[in-house]
Every structure is written in structure tokens, then in C-alpha cells.
């Protein structure tokens, strides 16, 4: 009976101290995952990923995610950030191409570590963006490294509204008419854009002097 209840008891502190284990080396990947997806956004920021002729700009929308893994498939919360970040006429399209981007990656089964970058130049909401979306993922040789994990996924995504005082004037054509072969509906939009920036420089005007 002593030896039993020993032995119990033993079993219980053996899982804990998995469980424990388990839970600082998922810190540590987490730490390791987010500080890798920083350097690269800070890749991005510099002109050093992707397009480095147009760089500049603010930062409007922001995405960054770690998953700890036991599934090939595209995690839903991703699909749902790419909905997100795809919406509107404009950007719609392109939610197809990053959609095939994410699950390349996502579904490769081979052991070792893997990266994507893509990036897209866009006409949205009156406003030259760039979008771009980096993906990092580790897939273990074995489940030991994190308990019932195959590995983990690190997703980065940046969407900015570029300076187009510094972009070439015929990068802002291509843009607007990319999103629509409507030479009518091109047109309305370049309209409606003057007449929204003539709105906000007034509007800035006016608050500067109160």
C-alpha cells in the first residue's frame, strides 16, 4: 500500500515537472518567435524585404502571432486576419495570393525552418498601401521539443499608407487602375480622391489655426 500510494505520488510530481518543463520551453520559443518577427518587421521598415524603392510611410494596420502547431492547415484566426486586412474593392483580389502564400507554408511537412515573404502595392480607400506579410515556421524533428506540437508558426503582417510625395506618379496609375478595368469607375475614383484630399487639407488648415 506504501509503495502505491509512493509511487503515485511520485508519478504526479513527474508529470508536473513535464508540465513545467514543457511550459519554459514554450516561453522560450515564444521569445525566440516574437524577437525573429521583430527583427523582420524592422526589416521591412528599412527597405531591406521585398520592394525597397517604396518604404516610406505610416504604419495603419498591424498584425503579429506565434502558433504552436499540431495541424498542416491554415489556422482559422489567420484566415480571419486575412479577411481583415483583403477587404474592399480594391484589396479583394489579392486575398487569393496571400491565401496561397499562407498555406504554402503552412503545409509544408518538412523538418527544419522555413520563411515567406510577400508584399503588394495597392490602391485602397483613397490611399497608396503596402501591404506585407511574412511568415516564419519551424517544424520539429520530434514532438519533444514542445508536448503534442509539430511546430510552430510565426506570422508578421504590416499594412501602411505609403508617402507619395516620394513615389513615382506612374506607380499611383498602376495602382488605382490594377483595381478596377473600369476606365468610368477609375476616373470616379481619382475624382472622389481630390476632392477627399481638398476636404482634409482644409480641415487640417482649419485646426492648425484654432
Known amino acids: 500500500m506504501g ?3 509512493g509511487d503515485a505520488r511520485k508519478a504526479v510530481r513527474a508529470a508536473q515537472e513535464g508540465k513545467e518543463a514543457s ?3 514554450l516561453k522560450l520559443l515564444e521569445k525566440m518567435v516574437t524577437n525573429h518577427l521583430t527583427l523582420q518587421k524592422q526589416h521591412i521598415l ?3 524585404r521585398n520592394d525597397q524603392e517604396i518604404h516610406e510611410g505610416t504604419i495603419v494596420r498591424e498584425y503579429q502571432q506565434m502558433y504552436v502547431t499540431d495541424s498542416r492547415e491554415l489556422s482559422n484566426e489567420i484566415e480571419k486576419t486575412v479577411d481583415s486586412l483583403f477587404s474592399g474593392d480594391f484589396l479583394g483580389a489579392l486575398k487569393n495570393a496571400a491565401t496561397v502564400a499562407l498555406n504554402e507554408i503552412c503545409g509544408n511537412t518538412s523538418i527544419g525552418e522555413y520563411e515567406q515573404s510577400k ?3 495597392v490602391w485602397q480607400n483613397h490611399a497608396l498601401l503596402r501591404l506585407d506579410i511574412y ?3 519551424w517544424n520539429f524533428s520530434s514532438k519533444g521539443v514542445i508536448t503534442e506540437a509539430e511546430g510552430v508558426l510565426g ?3 504590416v499594412q501602411r499608407v505609403m508617402n507619395i510625395a516620394k513615389v513615382d506618379p506612374q506607380v499611383i496609375t498602376w495602382a488605382i487602375c490594377s483595381g478596377s478595368s473600369d476606365e468610368v469607375a477609375v476616373k470616379k475614383e481619382i475624382d472622389v480622391t481630390k476632392s477627399v484630399l481638398n ?4 480641415l487640417t488648415k482649419k485646426m492648425l489655426m484654432s
Open 155 to 157: 506570422a508578421l503582417m
Open 135 to 137: 511568415l516564419y515556421r
Open 3 to 5: 509503495n502505491a500510494i
Open 199 to 202: 476636404s482634409v487639407v482644409d
Open 46 to 48: 528599412n527597405g531591406e
Open 119 to 121: 508584399m503588394f502595392i
Open 23 to 25: 511550459e519554459e520551453r
